[in-house]
């Protein structure tokens, strides 16, 4: 893991260094999956995203290609939507809910202790808001993800709904 977190450290110093023209941001997410995100635009329409994220116990890293369109062209400035994919690795060390069937009552649900390493998928679907006369950015977004648990099962979560604030870094 330490490994992992040296080597994402490494590529997003390496994009700094190396891009000198870019929007740089960087935040905090709320949601199911909650960490601390940056971003690097490169000239309004494609960024770079990566989290490190916490959920279900565990850390993950997350990083996400996305496609950036300006909602109102008169205001582009201000609003914009994106969208992408990208991927996800890290462990989990927690408990999950379980749909179980019984002949007797039906479906129930029951708590499952999960722990190990997750590799996954990701999408993103969301709107930002440029705050005039400040370097500060409020997002939402929608991010549902399917992954590997511990190289022995899959499990979706479409449900990750998140809120954020960053900062911008405009040279």
Avoid at 157 to 162: A, I, P, S, V, W
């Amino acid at each position: 893991m330490k490994h992992l977190i040296l080597l994402l450290i490494a590529v997003t110093v390496s994009l700094y260094v190396h891009s000198q023209n870019y929007e740089r941001q960087l935040g905090m997410r709320l949601g199911v999956m909650s960490g601390i995100t940056g971003k690097v635009v490169k000239n309004n329409s494609t960024a770079i995203q990566g989290t490190l994220g916490f959920r279900k116990g565990g850390v993950q890293v997350y990083t996400l290609l996305e496609k950036l369109k300006p909602l109102d062209k008169r205001i582009q400035n201000q609003w914009y939507f994106y969208f992408g994919g990208g991927a996800h690795m890290g462990y989990i060390n927690g408990y999950d809910r379980v749909r179980r069937w019984s002949n007797s009552t039906g479906y129930y649900y029951e708590e499952q202790f999960v722990s190990g390493i997750v590799l996954g998928i990701d999408a993103v679907l969301g709107v930002e808001f440029h705050i005039p006369g400040t370097p500060m950015v409020i997002f939402s977004e929608f991010k549902p993800l399917v992954e590997l648990q511990s190289f022995n099962r899959v499990d979706a979560n479409f449900y990750d709904f998140g809120v954020g604030l960053t900062y911008r870094f405009i040279e």
